[in-house]
T-cell receptor, first 113, second 112 residues
Framework: AQSVTQPDIHITVSEGASLELRCNYS??????LFWYVQSPGQGLQLLLK??????LVQGIKGFEAEFKRSQSSFNLRKPSVHWSDAAEYFC???????????FGTGTRLTVIP | NAGVTQTPKFRVLKTGQSMTLLCAQDMNHEYMYWYRQDPGMGLRLIHYSVGEGTTAKGEVPDGYNVSRLKKQNFLLGLESAAPSQTSVYFC???????????FGNGTRLTVT
């Protein structure tokens, strides 16, 4: 069975600092990987996705993520965090033939001035 | 430019009452999903549909029913609400997997 682990429940960073959110997945074949962001009271918005090809993918709002097959990871990064990035971030995995995505439990990001 | 619209946004039920949540999408997507979000548990799939007239169970289907009579609508029903169903419910739609999901803004349901 596939699963997604986000080991950090809550992360606090200073505005302007760099950010890395961790995501590990468990799946035998090449997965399809996603990062979503959820602002308070809102639905989830897609940040970026990886299906194949270049393992470093760029997303919206200056985010990027790198797929590392050897580590079964798909960590999200941003070089300089803005106060508006405070939100909850979800990693999700899908696979060919599956009709849905499996979501991690989320990482809440707090940004301090 | 509505995308995925969920109604209502908030609802309070007493134990044993019934209700229906409505999800509408205007992107002509074949696939639609109902998730519930609980603190510390991420999103869990309740039911989904791969096209008009079809439904299938997800991870946590017990206590819920769904219908997809029209391609653009996906209804989630609770026949006899229980406090354990207090949650935030999200509807999503997508093209054929592994496409990304488009989410509504959620319905916050409280069962007392």
């Amino acid at each position: 069975a596939q699963s997604v682990t986000q080991p950090d429940i809550h992360i606090t960073v200073s505005e302007g600092a760099s950010l890395e959110l961790r995501c590990n997945y468990s799946y035998g074949a090449t997965p399809y990987l996603f990062w979503y962001v959820q602002s308070p009271g809102q639905g989830l918005q897609l940040l970026l996705k990886y299906f194949s090809g270049d393992t470093l993918v760029q997303g919206i709002k200056g985010f990027e993520a790198e797929f590392k097959r050897s580590q079964s990871s798909f960590n999200l990064r941003k070089p300089s965090v803005h106060w508006s990035d405070a939100a909850e971030y979800f990693c999700a995995v899908g696979r060919t033939g599956a009709n849905n995505l499996f979501f991690g439990t989320g990482t809440r990001l707090t940004v301090i001035p | 430019n509505a995308g995925v619209t969920q109604t209502p946004k908030f609802r309070v039920l007493k134990t044993g009452q019934s209700m229906t949540l409505l999800c509408a999408q205007d992107m002509n997507h074949e696939y639609m999903y109902w998730y519930r979000q609980d603190p510390g548990m991420g999103l869990r799939l309740i039911h989904y549909s791969v096209g008009e007239g079809t439904t299938a169970k997800g991870e946590v289907p017990d206590g819920y029913n769904v219908s997809r009579l029209k391609k653009q609508n996906f209804l989630l029903g609770l026949e006899s609400a229980a406090p354990s169903q207090t949650s935030v419910y999200f509807c999503a739609s997508s093209s054929a997997p592994p496409s990304s999901l488009h989410f509504g803004n959620g319905t916050r349901l409280t069962v007392t």
